[in-house]
């Protein structure tokens, strides 16, 4: 690694305890995350009240460490380095989920599914499969739209209108099935109805003759869901009043054991 090229003065402690220049650094990291992936300096500064000397400091040596580019234009973009970190935690986010998954498994007997918001896309990170022998579509590392899964409706239920109209946008809304919802007002009236019920439904929208339950993860460090899928004639509207309550238990327990894994 790199020499670091940050001055000492920013090396000081926080607040919290930690290495201060360490904070800004993945602040800074995360507000380009939140901004597309590319930003210039002044943005930085006005988003995060930073002095555009510290910002440029802290900027050069994630780019001689590999985790920024500077583009041609002088912006600043997130660099390779960074693919392999999130791939590792991605994988990592999966193996701690797969306990939590299991115990659906063997309270619901449908297989249960773990979903993340990876750029405009939903990605499978971990699945136990249910002990009824019937293929799914879903599996570890398939990567599907948002709009025709219960996973990316529980994922985008918060996420304001014109940000959904802006992905549907540059993804397009394929139609898997007959049942796939292919306009962006329906796709938003299915997430109102996230909002007003507390979990998602896909039925029959992504694969005919499955149907999919699935609730978000609330304060996970990146925006995950989890899902049981199984057919839809076991699947059903009474099943339903049965499985929602699991997954949403499930899901506050497996929130609790992530923020564990990083004690204040």
């Not at 139609?175 to 938003?188: N, Q, W």
């Not at 609790?256 to 204040?264: D, G, T």
Request: contains cysteine.
């Amino acid at each position: 690694m790199p020499p670091s090229s940050v001055s000492s003065t920013d090396s000081t402690k926080s607040t919290t305890g930690g290495v201060q220049s360490l904070e800004r650094a993945f602040d800074l990291l995360e507000r380009m995350a939140d901004a597309g992936g590319e930003v210039g300096l002044s943005e930085l500064s006005a988003s995060s009240g930073l002095p555009l000397p510290t910002i440029h400091r802290l900027m050069r040596t994630l780019v001689v460490c590999g985790y920024v580019r500077q583009q041609a234009n002088r912006r600043y973009a997130l660099g390779p380095r960074l693919i392999r970190l999130g791939e590792s935690a991605s994988r990592l986010l999966g193996t701690w989920a797969r306990p939590y998954l299991a115990r659906l498994v063997e309270e619901t007997g449908e297989t249960a599914n773990m979903a993340l918001l990876d750029g405009d896309e939903i990605v499978y990170v971990a699945q136990v499969p249910s002990k009824h022998s019937m293929r799914m579509f879903t599996e570890v590392g398939r990567r599907v739209l948002p709009h025709s899964t219960g996973v990316g409706k529980a994922l985008l239920a918060n996420t304001p209108d014109h940000e959904v109209r802006a992905l549907l946008a540059r993804t397009g809304m394929p139609a898997a099935t007959d049942k796939t919802i292919t306009t962006p007002d329906g796709f938003l009236a299915a997430l109102e109805d996230v909002r007003r019920l507390g979990y998602a439904i896909d039925d029959n929208e992504q694969e005919i003759g499955v149907r999919c339950l699935a609730v978000s993860v609330p304060n996970s460090p990146t925006a995950a869901a989890i899902s049981i899928s199984g057919p839809a004639g076991r699947v059903t509207e009474s099943a339903t009043e049965k499985i929602v309550p699991m997954l949403q238990q499930v899901a506050g327990e497996l929130s609790e054991a992530l923020a564990s894994q990083n004690p204040a």
